[in-house]
């Protein structure tokens, strides 16, 4: 079937218009961290939401990371308001703080860069569709269309981040590379809408390519909350060292709260980056008569599992955690991108799919 | 140094392991290597090296020796994808190219090195599993500690006050968890509560099955075999190492255990996008087969397509390239015909398949002829220049470069059918020409006449027989279950103490542990006589990879104040400073 060239147009387009409201959504949230309003002292944890990301390992730490508890310390020994369910004042579990969260209303700021998302997402997704559409395929054959593609999982991972620990801090961190990416992709390495070739002819893109599209999606996020956290790392021990924070670092989380919040995100993503790789050794076996080859792509994709599968367990092992870990961690990801971009573009092996020379 | 350093498996999900308290540990039985340290004899030293081995930061260190030495079989080429680039890298680099072939920097994944790292880590694996799978068993049936004094003080807890007599709030506590399927242990006014075994199952099944991965995967070597043939149009093939072009078996293989299928390529269709920006590249492949699973069996047809390869009896063949093969007439000097056949050209890589190869006529007479030659699928000529417009043969001809003398293939080292030994030929004054097909040149002096009479397409197949490839789906699939198992399951244990109301006399206010608030929000505890009980309910979790044990502490909150029927909110504040003892004593009577 030919090309729908009205369609392709159309997602062009669309996807032009992403880049322009996430740009705005970018400059919304650096607005949130520029005039927004501070989490300073005690009253940190009822101006700006916290992460209620409070749970076992919670035990003993300091007592920010469980959300609204400093506050009602700091307020003159109110209790605060009992979460229904819990009940009773003396539950010290997270839920009671994140109803409490509930009741702080998010700045301005943060509510336009939210909804600034939303309707790039929007946008986005109809621009992937209608990419889709237009050839009449799923719309993951080459660089234009994965990075398009991961670029929307890392802003969905972002905004479901937002709905679940209210990590409105990482807007400005996430925006960044995802504007980047999409501009990328407007000018080197956009690709004319087409056919797939035959070697992609198989269902199973829709299984290994969407898995391996979200867990990068994912993993993005992950090291940008992980860079945040080596900067929050640093700046706290300046300040243990008696030096004044600097400005954006006041703003931001405490250093353990983003270490959790990557890790979490990790965690979610691992298990489906590793069912990317089932999925892909499946098809190859499909396709070219082996699971496993050791074709640069797939090789790279082990040494990615590998490091990822380093810094879980470099987290668990004492004397590797923090600081070490988070290097790991970026490590990992550095290797996922040149699997995505290096390996696509400089190395030749049966995954060349890039669709550029 | 305890149950950490054991484990090359060591739980990448535990969080903060260290920080845990008391109550989390299994008992003695974790304890094990905090053993007084002997004096070392050799077996002291082989159980220090053991140890050493099967420790996580050896197994981290091997995990990263494993990712790097990945890299250069990547970044060099392979003898296992493309032995002619390694050939050529070896080439182009005279001090290198040598040394690090003889490191086996072409064979990173067969090399001798790289199997030192993946066997030690997954030594360090199988030293480290067995044993926890052991301790796991052990502790599955071991009942959860005793419940601390003061259960409200865990880093999630609660107290309040029942009107139920103590006895009868212990029941319901009881009954409520045991429903939930906590696995329980009771003592006198108090109930612990366990659950989430399933996690350390499921993180030991994980690594398990990394080793029956590697295990599927060594099962394939030495009992599968590999094989390429190259197969033209009306042309087939019987499944035996003759007719192979390469045949690589695996050790136990013999020539006998190869599946008797026979094989015959009847048409090979290609197409291709015929405008726009991608215009040439290939849209589809087809290869209609027909075949025979027995020599005597029926005969079935085959549409054989990329990723969708042929299955006969286990055996698989996959179509796994495709080229065309010019035909020709070749009459010689004395009139014969000296060739009548097609002859597969390679493609040379461009996009529109323009294709090289060689015809070798060792019957000609009075002397062999030999010629190079350029198959152009769509021919156009520009400036001159020959060349190829698209990839479909839409207008096809060929151009060759006549020799004569001696092909050199009775003697020497053997030679590759794609190419020509010119040293003992000398090349015939007759200038390049395209042929269209039908057409023909005459060779100078009476050498002979060369017609190109039409053209046929070719296929590379593969066939691969691999037994370890369902064992290796399986563990995959049980790897990833573990793995989601782990992450997803959460070991906790909960904690249910009742005293009557008004004895507890050492629980009054404060502050509380590390945290604080337990919001001593002014209601006055104890001190009220008569019925009733006080209830303090506390908990934690080892291992909230995913979260969500405060919502279930709060939900089971709210589930055992209704089985104590609605209990009032005044509550004791809870108890004073921390009693570290209390953590583990057992119930004083």
Avoid at chain 2, 27 to 42: D, R, S, T, V
Avoid at chain 2, 423 to 445: D, H, T, V, W, Y
Wanted: overall charge neutral; hydrophobic content about 45%.
């Amino acid at each position: 079937m030919p090309v729908n060239l009205g369609m392709a147009r159309l997602s062009d387009h669309l996807l032009l218009l992403t880049v322009v409201i996430y740009s705005l959504a970018m400059l919304a949230f650096a607005g949130e961290l520029a005039y927004g309003r501070r989490r300073t002292g005690a009253a940190a944890s009822q101006q700006e939401p916290e992460l209620a990301l409070a749970g076992s390992a919670a035990v003993g730490g300091p007592a920010a990371l469980r959300g609204g508890q400093p506050a009602s310390a700091g307020s003159g020994g109110q209790a605060p308001p009992p979460a229904q369910g819990a009940g009773g004042g003396q539950s010290r579990g997270g839920a009671a703080d994140a109803a409490a969260d509930q009741a702080v209303p998010a700045g301005l700021w943060v509510r336009a860069a939210l909804a600034l998302t939303a309707v790039g997402l929007a946008t986005h997704v109809v621009g992937i569709v209608t990419r889709g559409l237009a050839a009449h395929r799923i719309p993951w054959g080459n660089m234009y269309e994965f990075v398009t593609a991961i670029t929307c999982g890392a802003v969905l991972v972002f905004l479901v981040l937002v709905l679940r620990y209210r990590a409105y801090f990482l807007g400005l961190f996430v925006m960044v590379p995802v504007v980047l990416g999409l501009g990328l992709c407007a000018t080197v390495l956009y690709t004319a809408a087409g056919p797939l070739m035959p070697a992609l002819h198989s269902y199973w893109i829709a299984i290994h390519v969407t898995a391996a599209i979200i867990s990068t999606g994912i993993f993005m996020v992950a090291a940008t909350t992980t860079v945040m956290y080596l900067f929050a790392e640093r700046s706290a021990a300046r300040v243990a060292a008696g030096v004044a924070a600097g400005g954006i670092m006041r703003r931001l989380p405490e250093a353990q709260v983003l270490d959790r919040l990557a890790y979490r995100t990790v965690v979610f993503g691992f298990p489906i980056w590793t069912f990317a790789i089932i999925a892909g050794a499946i098809w190859a076996d499909q396709a070219w008569g082996r699971y496993w080859g050791w074709d640069p792509k797939e090789t790279w994709a082990f040494i990615t599992w590998v490091a990822y599968a380093c810094f879980l367990h470099a987290r668990a092992t004492a004397g590797w955690r923090g600081r070490k870990a988070a290097v790991v961690q970026l490590v990992a990801f550095g290797c996922l991108i040149f699997n995505l971009i290096g390996v696509n573009l400089w190395v030749t092996g049966l995954h060349s799919y890039a669709g550029i020379s | 140094m305890t149950s950490a350093r054991t484990s090359g498996v060591t739980d990448p999900v535990t969080e903060d392991g260290e920080d845990a308290p008391d109550l989390l540990k299994d008992g003695p039985q974790e304890e094990m290597a905090g053993q007084p340290a002997k004096p070392f004899g050799i077996m002291g030293w082989l159980r220090w090296c053991w140890r050493q081995l099967t420790s996580m930061r050896t197994a981290l260190v091997l995990l990263f020796l494993l990712a790097v030495a990945s890299v250069p079989g990547s970044m060099l080429p392979q003898n296992g994808t493309d032995p002619v680039k390694v050939q050529q890298y070896i080439g182009q680099h005279p001090l290198l190219g040598p040394l690090l072939n003889r490191l086996s920097f072409f064979d990173v994944f067969a090399a001798p090195w790289f199997a030192a790292i993946y066997l030690l880590l997954f030594t360090s694996l199988a030293g480290c599993v067995l044993p926890r799978a052991f301790r796991l068993a052990v502790s599955a049936q071991a009942k959860p500690p005793a419940a601390p004094r003061h259960p409200a003080r865990l880093p999630f807890g609660t107290a309040y006050r029942t009107a139920l007599d103590p006895p009868e709030a212990l029941a319901a506590a009881t009954g409520l968890l045991s429903g939930k399927g906590f696995r329980l242990r009771a003592g006198g006014g108090w109930v612990s509560a366990e659950k989430g075994y399933l996690r350390e199952t499921g993180n030991l099944l994980f690594h398990i099955a990394l080793l029956a991965l590697l295990a599927a995967i060594g099962l394939g070597a030495v009992f599968g075999y590999k094989a390429d043939i190259l197969l033209t149009e009306g042309d087939g093939f019987a499944n035996t190492v003759a007719a192979y072009d390469q045949y690589h078996p695996g050790r136990a293989v013999a020539p006998g255990d190869l599946q008797p299928f026979t094989v015959w390529l009847d048409r090979f269709d290609a197409s291709y996008v015929q405008s726009g920006p991608l215009r040439g590249e290939p849209s589809s492949f087809a290869a209609s087969l027909r075949y025979q699973a027995q020599p005597s069996g029926p005969m079935r047809r085959y549409d054989l397509q990329v990723n969708h390869p042929l299955n006969v009896d286990g055996a698989k063949v996959y179509l796994i390239g495709h080229g065309y093969a010019p035909q020709f007439r070749i009459i010689d000097g004395h009139g014969h015909v000296a060739l009548q056949q097609a002859v597969p050209f390679l493609p040379t890589g461009d996009t529109a398949d323009t294709s090289e190869g060689v015809i070798k006529v060792p019957d000609a007479q009075p002397e062999q002829l030999g010629f190079i030659g350029v198959f152009l699928p769509t021919e156009v000529a520009f400036g001159g220049q020959l060349s190829s417009a698209f990839p479909a043969a839409l207008h096809p001809a060929v151009s060759l470069v006549s020799y004569a003398g001696n092909l050199g293939l009775d003697a020497g080292p053997p030679q590759s059918v794609y190419q020509l030994q010119t040293s003992g030929m000398r090349r015939l004054p007759i200038a390049p020409q395209p042929l269209f097909p039908g057409q023909s040149i005459k060779l100078p002096n009476g050498a002979g006449t060369v017609t190109f009479t039409g053209y046929r397409q070719w296929i590379s197949l593969q066939v691969t027989y691999d037994p370890g490839r369902v064992p290796a789906l399986i563990s995959a699939i049980v790897a990833i279950f573990g793995l989601l198992v782990s992450f997803l399951v959460r070991r906790r244990r909960l904690f249910v103490r009742v005293r009557p109301a008004g004895a507890s006399a050492d629980g009054v206010a404060g502050d509380g542990v590390a945290g604080g608030g337990v919001a001593g929000d002014g209601v006055a505890g104890g001190g009220v006589a008569g019925g009733g009980a006080e209830v303090e309910f506390g908990g934690l979790a080892r291992s909230d990879v995913a979260g969500g044990f405060e919502e279930e502490f709060a939900a089971l909150t709210e589930a055992l104040r209704a089985a104590h029927g609605g209990a009032q909110p005044a509550a004791p504040g809870p108890p004073v400073a921390p009693d570290e003892s209390a953590m583990t004593s057992e119930d004083r009577k």
